[in-house]
């Protein structure tokens, strides 16, 4: 009985992440020229440094997406979405910081503190930012999830992939199901709060 159960749990992760792919294919774009334009790219949060002090590539990627979207004109403003659950850990204005020195307007950054994981950031950019259309930046398999959850939300949503660190993502597998399972039980974000107009 054990392994039965082992071997359900086993395929209803494996079906979940490749359902995920498969059902927001035609929503993730790897270049400039094919993405369609949004007022606004959400950047989804991570952290700027890894534990050893070295550069977290994935911050840096989406750093660089993020700029080039915007110089190309493919979006207007810039939504970061992270972690800032203590005074120590402020993920959405290490990426200000970093977004104007690479050109982008102070007044063309917004910043939502709350995005304390995909789910938060995807619902409050449409509940507290008032976005019922955006660009998600992050790695194709994180857009993916978004997408996915912004889908179920009614959001029309696209994502413009930064580059990549790994070729294989494990913990992956298991941040689709605990989606899939969040959207069937219709978990909400931690805090929701005043909505914030992006104008």
Not at 94 to 100: A, E, G, S, V
Not at 108 to 137: M, N
Request: charged share 25%; net charge neutral; no cysteine.
């Amino acid at each position: 009985m054990l392994i039965l159960i082992g071997v359900l749990l086993f395929l209803g992760v494996f079906i979940t992440y490749h359902w995920m792919s498969f059902k927001t294919r035609n929503q993730v774009f790897d270049n400039l020229e094919s993405i369609p334009k949004n007022k606004v790219g959400l950047v989804l949060g991570t952290a700027k440094h890894m534990t050893d002090g070295s550069i977290n590539l994935y911050y840096k990627y989406r750093i660089d997406a993020t700029v080039e979207l915007y110089k190309a004109g493919k979006i207007e403003y810039v939504l970061v979405s992270g972690d800032n659950s203590t005074t120590y850990y402020d993920e959405p204005s290490t990426f200000k910081q970093d977004l104007i020195a690479k050109g982008i307007p102070e007044n063309r950054i917004y910043l939502d503190y709350a995005g304390f994981r995909t789910l938060d950031s995807v619902v409050r950019a449409k509940e507290i930012f008032g976005q019922t259309s955006i660009t998600f930046i992050s790695q194709k398999f994180h857009n993916q999830r978004a997408i996915y959850i912004a889908n179920d939300y009614d959001i029309d949503a696209v994502g413009y992939n930064a580059k990549d660190v790994y070729d294989f993502h494990f913990r992956e597998y298991f941040a689709r199901s605990k989606a899939s399972l969040d959207l069937v039980f219709n978990v909400e974000p931690k805090f929701l709060g005043e909505k914030i107009i992006i104008e």
